[in-house]
């Protein structure tokens, strides 16, 4: 029963330093996609994909990178982070697209600090 | 441009009163409409999603209404409790653009 999940949680970098944030899900969800949560900006997509081996990018797609090996996995790249890239991201993924009628599931977030 | 605007940003009622949350948005040719509900620390959960052809959608003490002409939608919350306290966001995904457009949610607290 665990849907969406997001690994770490927390995470300190420093400037110019790079990770990887890793979502998975348990659902066969064909779509999945990254945000980010900034306060006064609400939530804005980062990339997104529509099936395993495929990716696309949103709203806010500099900086990042992701990839889609797996049908139950996303990963979200930051190469050389930046102190604009301190945000909480969330992972969400759905089963159809946003124009059907099937409700997106998120995880509970990463917390990122680049310092 | 397609923006969502939620007003009031924080809203604090006693508990047992009946609530109205108000989501409005700039363009009416859309494909649906999600309210969404984010306790503090966690990601969204899913409420109510309403089609454009809906004008309404229930899940026990929820309500959602959806008028595309003038571009509102409201959750109608029943009987709310201390454990309704919570962020609520509406996310509309407008057919121009084919994009999902997120507003800032409403701050609830309910007070025991």
């Known amino acids: 029963n665990a849907g969406v999940t997001q690994t770490p949680k927390f995470r300190v970098l420093k400037t110019g330093q790079s990770m990887t944030l890793l979502c998975a899900q348990d659902m066969n969800h064909e779509y999945m996609y990254w945000y980010r949560q900034d306060p006064g900006m609400g939530l804005r997509l980062i990339h997104y994909s529509v099936g395993e081996g495929t990716t696309a990018k949103g709203e806010v797609p500099d900086g990042y990178n992701v990839s889609r090996l797996k049908k139950q996995n996303f990963l979200l790249g930051l190469e050389s982070a930046a102190p604009s890239q301190t945000s909480v991201y969330f992972c969400?993924?759905?089963?159809?697209?946003?124009?059907?009628?099937?409700?997106?599931?998120f995880g509970d977030g990463t917390r990122l600090s680049i310092l | 441009k397609q923006e969502v605007t939620q007003i009031p940003a924080a809203l604090s009622v006693p508990e047992g009163e009946n609530l109205v949350l108000n989501c409005s948005f700039t363009?009416?040719?859309?494909?649906?409409l999600q309210w969404f509900r984010q306790d503090p620390g966690k990601g969204l959960t899913s409420l109510l999603l309403i089609q454009s052809s809906q004008r309404e959608q229930t899940s026990g003490r929820l309500n959602a209404s959806l008028d595309k002409s003038s571009g509102r939608s409201t959750l109608y919350i029943a009987a709310s409790q201390p454990g309704d306290s919570a962020t609520y966001l509406c996310?509309?995904?407008?057919?121009?653009?084919?994009?999902?457009?997120f507003g800032q949610g409403t701050r609830l607290t309910i007070n025991p």
């Open positions: 996310a509309v995904f407008f057919q121009g653009a084919q994009k999902l457009v």
């Open positions: 363009d009416s040719a859309i494909y649906n």
């Open positions: 969400a993924s759905s089963y159809g697209s946003l124009g059907g009628n099937q409700p997106q599931h």
